[in-house]
């Protein structure tokens, strides 16, 4: 069966740019949660998908992020226009209980923005 | 105040050692709590969810004190391939919080 699995694995582009980065989650798995990890910090919390609908967006740290799951399945997260703070690991997870169920991780989308 | 708070480290023990990790917690209403591992640019991955009566998988044993709001991870006989970092996860309100990791070194 197939993980969670995340495009590009590494993306490098100018402050100002604009980047796209997919998740395509574990079929079955309605709960979907992009991650983010800057260099020497924790993993932080972006936001929460059940099916297509955002459940918990607390997480964004401002409107250049923009995130969508249309028809409940892949999800995309859009970084316009991108800044030098931006740079970091982006994970996404799935999981099918979101209470008390184990996350899956996909491997990560590296962002470097110079 | 940090949702979740471990030891950065990191933990350098030699091959065979017993080693523990910690990791706290702010929430009193958190649901569910697990240990992940991470290994150098890499994703994490589940190690073992944390139960109130205590669990034990091989040589790790994993407990909870939600009086103290405190989990703990204890490897025994440690190997070349734990090393990584261990990351503390907590559930609270249909959230995943992540303590920054505790790295392990573990030496021939």
């Known amino acids: 069966e197939a993980g969670v699995t995340q495009f590009p694995s590494h993306s490098v582009i100018e402050k100002g740019q604009t980047v796209t980065l997919r998740c395509d989650p574990i079929?079955?798995?309605?709960?979907l949660y992009w991650y983010r990890r800057v260099m020497g910090k924790e993993i932080k919390f972006l936001l929460h998908?059940?099916?297509?609908?955002?459940?918990?967006e607390s997480g964004m740290p401002n409107n250049r992020f923009l995130a969508e799951r249309t028809g409940g399945t892949y999800s995309t997260l859009k970084v316009q226009p991108a800044e030098l703070e931006d740079s970091g690991v982006y994970f996404c997870?799935?999981?099918?209980?979101?209470?008390?169920?184990?996350?899956?991780f996909g491997e990560g989308s590296r962002l470097t923005v110079l | 105040r940090k949702e979740v708070e471990q030891d950065p480290g990191p933990f350098n023990v030699p091959e065979g050692a017993t080693v523990a990790f910690n990791c706290t917690y702010s929430?009193?209403?958190?649901?569910?709590f697990f240990w992940y591992r991470q290994d150098c640019r890499k994703e994490p991955k589940l190690l073992m969810s944390?139960?109130?009566s205590g669990n034990e998988d091989g040589r790790f044993t994993a407990q909870l004190n939600r009086a103290s709001q405190y989990i703990s991870l204890l490897i025994r006989d440690s190997k070349l391939s734990d090393s990584a970092t261990y990351l503390c996860?907590?559930?609270?309100?249909?959230?995943?919080?992540f303590g920054s990791g505790t790295k392990l070194n573990v030496k021939p």
């Open positions: 997870a799935s999981s099918w209980d979101r209470a008390t169920g184990e996350l899956f």
């Open positions: 079929s079955g798995h309605d709960n």
């Open positions: 998908f059940v099916k297509e609908s955002k459940q918990d």
């Open positions: 929430n009193s209403a958190s649901q569910s």
């Open positions: 944390v139960y109130s």
């Open positions: 996860v907590v559930n609270g309100f249909n959230k995943f919080y």
